[in-house]
C-alpha cells in the first residue's frame, strides 16, 4: 500500500505570496492532520480532517486554512507569507483519526520565504 | 493543556549498545496514549513504539522497550543493540484519549527532541 505523499517537495516564495501544499493519504484513510516543523517552535498541530470537514484546530493565525476533499485528499495554505512561515509542513493521515490510531506520516514540504 | 518535554537534546551512543532516551510530560488526564517517533535525515517520520496509558505492561518492538511509569509522568525509550541505522531525531508524543469538543482529534503534542547519533 502506498504511504502518504506530499506535493510539492520543496517551495520557495517571498514574503506576502501565498502558497498551496497538498497531501494523500494512504488509501482508506479518511483523517488528515497537518503540523508545521520548525527548530525554534518543533512541531506543532495546525489542523485535522475528516470527511470533508475540519475537526480540530491548532493555535495559528487564519492565514493557515487548508481543506480535504472527497477523495481525502488535503490541501492546506498559507497566504500573506511570513519569514517565520518557512517551516517543514508535514501531513500524516490515518483511518478514521481515533486517538488509539497510528499517524503515518509524509515525508513533509520544505517551505521557504525570502 | 497537556506539555511533553525531552531534556535530553542530543545523545550518542556506541555501536551494539544500548541508550535510554528520556520524556516526561504533564497533563490531568488519565487516558491517553504516548508514542516514540523517529526522524531520520530523510525527514519521513516513522512510529517507534506506542503505549497506551491505561496499560501497565510496558511496550516493546523488538529492540526497542519503554519505560513506562504513569504517576511520575516519564516515558522513556531504551534502545538496544544500537544500529548505524537507529541514528535519527526521536520525538516524543502524547495524544488524549478524549473526545470532548473535539480537542482530541488528530492532535499529537510532541516534545522537542533528542538527536541520537551512532558511532561506529
Not at chain 1, 492565514?63 to 472527497?70: E, I, L, P
Request: include cysteine; proline fraction near 4%.
Amino acid at each position: 500500500k502506498a504511504g502518504v505523499t506530499q506535493t510539492p517537495r520543496y517551495l520557495i516564495k517571498t514574503r506576502g505570496q501565498q502558497v498551496t501544499l497538498s497531501c494523500s493519504p494512504i488509501s482508506g484513510h479518511r483523517s488528515v492532520s497537518w503540523y508545521q516543523q520548525t527548530p525554534g517552535q518543533g512541531l506543532q498541530f495546525l489542523f485535522e480532517y475528516f470527511s470533508e470537514t475540519q475537526r480540530n484546530k491548532g493555535n495559528f493565525p487564519g492565514r493557515f486554512s487548508g481543506r480535504q476533499f472527497s477523495n481525502s485528499r488535503s490541501e492546506m495554505n498559507v497566504s500573506t507569507l511570513e519569514l517565520g512561515d518557512s517551516a517543514l509542513y508535514l501531513c500524516a493521515s490515518s483511518l478514521l483519526g481515533d486517538p488509539q490510531e497510528t499517524q503515518y506520516f509524509g515525508p513533509g514540504t520544505r517551505l521557504l520565504v525570502l | 493543556a497537556q506539555t511533553v518535554t525531552q531534556s535530553q537534546p542530543e545523545m550518542s551512543v556506541q555501536e551494539a549498545e544500548t541508550v535510554t532516551l528520556s520524556c516526561t510530560y504533564d497533563t490531568s488526564e488519565s487516558d491517553y496514549y504516548l508514542f516514540w517517533y523517529k526522524q531520520p535525515p530523510s525527514r519521513q517520520m516513522i512510529l517507534v513504539i506506542r503505549q497506551e496509558a491505561y496499560k501497565q505492561q510496558n511496550a516493546t518492538e523488538n529492540r526497542f522497550s519503554v519505560n513506562f511509569q504513569k504517576a511520575a509522568k516519564s516515558f522513556s525509550l531504551k534502545i538496544s543493540d544500537s544500529q548505524l541505522g537507529d541514528a535519527a531525531m526521536y520525538f516524543c508524543a502524547y495524544r488524549s484519549a478524549l473526545y470532548a469538543g473535539g480537542t482530541s482529534y488528530g492532535k499529537l503534542t510532541f516534545g522537542q527532541g533528542t538527536i541520537l547519533t551512532v558511532h561506529p
